[in-house]
């Protein structure tokens, strides 16, 4: 799983009437977006010549996998990023300003536009990867449309690009009430199912898949309905092979038709297959510089991964790399986070390439060495964790390339439960991305005491160094769950072992074929982020933890204090990522953090209060204090009931217990005292715009790899993608534009199901 950065960039000003924005700031990037550069200089230098090489094809596998994303957002998206990239080919951000401004737009206007092309860069997509809204162009589509027909790429080619824009250019501006979110049938959009889905159908597939011992994790799901009304199923995994017959593999035997509940499904692949077969040829490369036998396999089984459409063989390449301990170069790639699937069991693709930082891996290596340990102070009985702690790689990292729709803090990989009860899995931090989380400024911290505030700035970087690596660690590291296999044995003794909550023995457990993510679907990523987040403020008060990041006596207690006050200040931010139309959330991390602040504001006794206030522009404002002398004795206490309780019945498998408590504590009501949806519009009013990250290119010369570096810009972020693709960064737009016009159908026409179809 991915922790991301709780960062924002710039809080959206007040706008004069006249200039105002054109659409609700919700669907907007400001003009004034925080734009940081990764900084991983020193990080290359200190690489061999070999090690460069490794790197620098498996960032182009990265970057070219990460176009899939686009065909993964919406169906507007790969025209979108299509478009923008003939026009930043053709004139780059300073020369095509020259032509908007003689065709009258302000340089605000201009600004919005660099901003907007930024934005789908960074998010491969026209939706946030983090939050899942929409954002549209801020200027009047008429002045966007002038600059792109008069352009210097619709003077070369003016049938493509007009007949870009003609297919976008609505979509792109749209925020009709269906495109504002990603999610499932009439609730969003999304293009992982096609658009006459509901959460019905991704329930029954979601059945077949798991009859059949298939993964959702490289999948879409396609509906068709016939004359008689009734539904036919296409599940398409991901391969750069089709139906052509192949020599047999694991996978030929899986691509038929069946039937199921009454239902066909037809289970073929091929999905994304030229972009996939880049991938490959890349991964090929990189194969040849590979530092040990165990790099070699890795990429060996990732190829017959992403060539067979196989889940089984990424899970093998996933096992040998997990067994490469401490690379120096790191990477992982694939159909790996789960988040942004409505229904939580399709991966989307990323890819990235880091490397290693040994002074601060040499702190998490002290943390694993303690972490048999720290297991034991979890509050659970020794049958709910794992019968061998399977002790895990983690290390620091310096990001050279991270492709996708966005880059996390820390990682704990692989996702497969399998692997991780048996074979372990590896955490990351990723440092210079979260030295880029940490720069916050003052200005800039909202619902914060003033002589917070100083201490926050002071302790923010290393309290998050210290979640993060207690989150990921013994987060996601911890935790058993009961499961009966094939054979009807079981990992538990149903004899002994008792629920600590009822006193009863075990009544429920995961049957063979079942996963975390199936079962408990649409809240299994938050729920997990939950109990991870919460093992991280439960252990950050040990004090052998925070020796281990080099912390005692006063200081220990500061970073304790902003830990703490950090994720209930979250949970007060997230309710950005709230919808009360639709009652849901948009991303899990946030629903987490906010679950954690109700748990703390029900203990009571004034641990944390939220008050509401009046800002000094005289709008609505808010206070979140936090009592630091009850930490220890009121808050602790309530957290360690509330793992437990999360615990049990993940290990159990009990969804209807863990629904019932999570979604609970999720509820976001107007009930006093909080009165949350009140504040969520106060929340809406001071947010702050996550910063975009522009990431370096490395390019080949004769044998020598050359790092680029660009400027933190909306203009530098632009021409690293310009030069991201030198030799085929056509021919890669004319592919993604086929993919998706291959697939429009889905995705057009009357969005209602008929009636009496679910």
Known sequence: SGEPQTLGGETSKGHHPRSGPM????????????????????????????????????????????????????????????LLSRLFRAQDPDQLRQHALAEGLTEEEYQAFLVYAAGVYSNMGNYKSFGDTKFVPNLPKEKLEQVILGSEAAQQHPEEVRGLWQTCGELMFSLEPRLRHLGLGKEGITTYFSGNCTMEDAKLAQDFLDSQNLSAYNTRLFKEVDGEGKPHYEVRLASVLGSEPSLDSEMTSKLKSYEFRGSPFQ???????????????????????????????????????????????????????????GPIVESYIGFIESYRDPFGSRGEFEGFVAVVNKAMSAKFERLVASAEQLLKELPWPPAFEKDKFLTPDFTSLDVLTFAGSGIPAGINIPNYDDLRQTEGFKNVSLGNVLAVAYATQREKLTFLEEDDKDLYILWKGPSFDVQVGLHELLGHGSGKLFVQDEKGAFNFDQETVINPETGEQIQSWYRSGETWDSKFSTIASSYEECRAESVGLYLCLHPEVLEIFGFEGADAEDVIYVNWLNMVRAGLLALEFYTPEASNWRQAHMQARFVILRVLLEAGEGLVTITPTTGSDGRPDARVRLDRSKIRSVGKPALERFLRRLQVLKSTGDVAGGRALYEGYAAVTDAPPECFLTLRDTVLLRKESRKLIVQPNTRLEDSDVQLLEYEASAAGLIRSFSE??????????????????ADARFWKGPSEAPSGQA
């Open 724 to 741: 991201r693709f030198p030799e085929d960064g056509p021919e890669l737009e004319e592919i993604l534009t086929q993919l998706a016009t």
């Open 23 to 82: 659409a609700d700031t919700q669907y907007i990037l400001p003009n004034d977006i925080g734009v940081s550069s990764l900084d991983c200089r020193e990080a290359f230098r200190l690489l061999s010549p070999t090690e460069r090489l490794y790197a620098h094809h498996l960032s182009r596998a990265a970057w070219y996998g990460g176009l899939a994303v686009l065909l993964q957002t919406s169906p507007e998206a790969p025209y979108i990023y299509a």
């Open 267 to 325: 289970v073929t692949r091929g999905d994304y297959a030229p972009i996939l077969q880049k991938v490959v040829e890349q991964l090929e490369k990189a194969k040849v510089y590979a530092a040990n036998s165990h790099q070699g396999q890795m990429l060996a089984q990732y190829i017959e991964s992403f060539t067979q459409g196989s889940i089984e063989a990424h899970k093998r390449g996933s096992r040998f790399w997990i067994q490469d301990k």
